[in-house]
């Protein structure tokens, strides 16, 4: 600051002795004048230029009159942007609020915050600033973008990890409360059907259908017999239903165990054991698991296998875990008729598989959700799938990349590295 201050008090005093002697110049003065403007513009110049942030000089109309070359990278510029309006390079901007702010004068700076997505998706910090300063009236401002993505990265990443703190210490109590009722209910629910088939099998051994055949006998004649044999019916209807009333039982149970143990495994992550293994291999194994399902759904499945892909380190198990996830979602999302698609390949720092499918696509506002605990797209889904895809994922030194578009279909690509990750180890102090 005091920096900026003296330098500006300089370039003031020396324009004011030129200004104030201008008329008493010869050519060879006005020379050295020009040469040194010339020198310091070139200076400024280089000096935004290997800035960081984007610098931006708008007039009183919002033209844009400079800009330097971080501010052509962040809004991916062209050359030819010069004097035109900065809605139409920066459309996020509201510009009538920051041309109210120039209008009323004095020196506040106005910050806001804003998120773009060309050239690519960022976070942007700006501050704006009036020109002249304390005086009124629009005489044009001056913009600074600061990229804010990395910052809002870590950010979101700590508060993922506060929430799967605070997750895991829910389960701690709740995992142990849910699970022994569980256990009880699925063995007395046993229970009562191997009672049930006892009971089924004493009706079936008495061929006068039981008490209602003993009614029959003492009561005698032929008029009672066909209540017995209708009495026999009612009761075979209702072991019918009792049946499945615990088949349905039984499956609701079944499901909330998976619940449970999904939960258990999305907070109590085990580590990679990691191998080198053929991620052809994996894919291969899990479509083989997967098949009987596919088939069932009428879904087509393609598959296009790089040839020659290296040996990357992986935990086979874990992997499989990953693209049985992400398979039964592509299915889940396709009707019958859809098309499955499953491709490997190879970049420059690892390996990649994506799995495709042909459904509806996830709609733009639920993309950023789409890997929270407990959110979930679908009418029956416990939210946690792609939440543990994405932690087996990052174990392994990985990514995940999204693409989705609404009526086409999305496409979920994993990369894995070539090679293990080295541990840092610290410098060993001078003996």
Do not use: C
Not at 71 to 90: C, F, K, S
Not at 150 to 164: D, G, H, M, P, Y
Not at 394 to 420: C, D, K, N, Q, Y
């Amino acid at each position: 600051m005091v920096l900026t201050s003296a330098v500006s008090a300089t370039k003031s005093s020396f324009l004011d002795k030129v200004l104030g002697r201008i008329e008493r110049l010869d050519t060879a003065g006005l020379q050295t004048v020009v040469q040194r403007l010339a020198r310091e513009r070139s200076f400024l110049e280089t000096l935004f230029n290997t800035i960081e942030d984007g610098v931006l000089v708008l007039d009183e109309a919002g033209r844009t009159l400079y800009f330097n070359s971080a501010a052509t990278r962040l809004l991916g510029l062209q050359p030819n942007v010069e004097g035109q309006p900065i809605d139409e390079i920066l459309p996020e901007l509201d510009w009538r609020r920051l041309a109210q702010a120039d209008s009323a004068g004095g020196s506040r700076v106005v910050r806001r915050e804003l998120e773009v997505q060309y050239p690519r998706h960022r976070f942007l910090r700006l501050y704006a600033a009036p020109l002249e300063g304390d005086s009124t009236g629009s005489s044009g401002l001056a913009l600074i973008l600061h990229d804010d993505t990395e910052n809002r990265q870590k950010t979101f990443a700590a508060i993922e990890s506060e929430r799967i703190q605070a997750l895991t210490l829910l389960a701690a109590s709740v995992a142990h409360e849910i699970g022994n009722p569980l256990n009880a209910l699925h063995i007395h629910l046993q229970l009562i059907e191997r009672e049930l088939k006892k009971l089924q099998s004493v009706l079936a051994a008495r061929p006068d259908g039981g008490v209602e055949g003993r009614r029959s006998k003492v009561e005698g004649g032929s008029r009672a017999r066909p209540q017995a044999i209708r009495m026999s019916d009612d009761t075979g209807t209702i072991t019918g239903r009792i049946e499945q009333y615990l088949a349905v039982s039984k499956g609701e149970i079944n499901r909330l165990d998976y619940i449970v143990t999904q939960f258990l495994q999305a907070i109590r992550p085990a580590p990679p054991q990691l191998q080198l293994a053929s991620l052809n291999d994996v894919a291969a194994r899990t479509l083989e698991l997967l098949r009987p399902e596919l088939e069932n759904r009428d879904l087509r499945v393609k598959t296009r296998w790089a040839r020659h892909l290296p040996l990357s380190p992986l935990d086979p198990a874990q992997l499989q875990q990953v693209l049985v996830n992400l398979t039964k979602n592509a299915m889940q999302a396709m009707t019958k008729g859809g098309e499955l698609t499953l491709q490997t390949g190879e970049g420059a720092d690892g390996v990649w598989i994506s799995v495709a499918d042909t459904g509806g696509g996830i709609p733009q506002e639920q993309i950023n959700r789409i890997f929270e605990p407990f959110y979930t797209t679908k009418k029956s889904g416990s939210g946690l799938g792609l939440m543990i895809v994405q932690r087996i994922v990052r174990a392994h030194g990985g990514r995940i990349e999204l693409e989705s578009r609404a009526g086409r279909g999305t496409t979920f690509r994993v990369w894995l590295p070539l090679h293990e990750p080295k541990p840092r180890l610290l410098n060993a102090p001078p003996t």
